[in-house]
């Protein structure tokens, strides 16, 4: 988790199988926004829930980047960095 800044997020770090010289990365919010998160507002029954719910979301968004037609994984990648998709 990336704590750097005010707001928090989820980084994934991956390669490639197929081109093992080649490192990815994914990164988003680790957390709803705080609207969804408020008391009154909220579609969840609590914060457990909010954090189940986000990280299935997150894995969903992730693997589209990955699998889903018309996105993937880039042709070309940084040879001494991360690629970020």
Known sequence: MDTSQPEHDVVILFRDLDRPQCKFGFGAAAVE?????????SPYLSF????????VVLWANFEEEIYAVG??????CASDGITWI
């Open 33 to 41: 926004a705080p609207y969804v998160l408020d008391e009154a507002s």
């Open 71 to 76: 996105c993937g994984l880039p042709k070309l």
């Open 48 to 55: 457990t829930d909010a954090a189940e719910c986000h990280a």
